[in-house]
């Protein structure tokens, strides 16, 4: 009775521990589209005001890239909030800060820096490694992964996500960095995987997925997931992928 109380102790600590360390934050994803010819005075507000105001009002800065090509001029970054109220009371405080007012008025004199702007809310899924900026060798590349699932088979993706494809990813040279699923009230969320790895070249990441498609275990990890799905977890064109480059006042580089 003692060992099995003892056992059950040491279970609770576990499964406390564990919950102890899930990230529970709200994650935004924002996409930035400069105005035609402002791409360059929008990173300037970003590294000289903006970046150090979203930390001032409780904004996390998690990391702020640009696609390798980029005829729209667009940047995408990424924040992390305590909660969705948190998030709305700290955008509120920034706009309401005389530095930022101040700020936007000197890098608008000769118009608006940013022609449009979208935003996703995400929350962390139980397989992602911990989300927090990091700095990796050299110059890396980074690869934004999208994935849109059929009918019900989001749950099927993120097991073989969790089980296998995680683990199969860093065998092959990849870096897991982030894995999110978008929050219930967003468009598609009940299919929708966003992640990103991190390469230390296109070429590499080319050579890394070579190598990872052919590999047994991947093979028969997607088979096994497909039958218990019913036939392909995505849609068709479902898997979309964007080459990025860490700004050079992002966090995570």
Do not use: C
């Not at 996409?31 to 990173?43: F, I, N, Q, R, S």
């Amino acid at each position: 009775m003692k060992i099995l109380s003892l056992l059950l102790a040491s279970t609770l600590l576990t499964t406390a521990a564990f919950a102890a360390e899930k990230d529970t934050r709200l994650f935004e994803m924002r996409t930035y589209y400069a105005a035609p010819g402002k791409l360059d005075a929008m990173h300037a507000r970003f590294r000289d005001h903006t970046v150090r105001l979203f930390e001032k009002h409780g904004m996390t800065n998690i990391g702020y890239w640009v696609p390798m090509e980029n005829p729209d001029s667009k940047m995408i970054y990424v924040l992390a909030f305590p909660t969705r109220d948190a998030r709305e009371a700290s955008f509120k405080a920034l706009g309401a800060d005389p530095d930022w007012k101040a700020a936007v008025k000197a890098s608008e004199e000769n118009g608006k820096l940013v022609s449009k702007s979208e935003s996703l809310f995400m929350t962390a899924t139980d397989f992602s490694p911990e989300i927090k900026p990091s700095a990796g060798s050299g110059d890396r590349v980074f690869e934004l992964r999208t994935y849109t699932t059929t009918p019900g088979n989001l749950p099927h993706l993120q097991a073989r996500f969790r089980d296998h494809t995680v683990a199969l990813f860093k065998k092959h040279g990849m870096t897991n960095l982030f894995y999110w699923s978008l929050t219930p009230d967003q468009k598609d969320a009940e299919n929708t995987l966003i992640y990103l790895l991190a390469h230390q070249s296109r070429d590499a990441a080319k050579a890394s997925f070579g190598t990872f498609r052919n590999d047994p275990d991947w093979n028969a990890a997607r088979k096994a997931s497909e039958e218990k799905g019913g036939g392909s977890l995505t849609v068709p064109d479902g898997v979309k992928s964007l080459f990025l480059k860490a700004t050079d006042y992002s966090p995570t580089r």
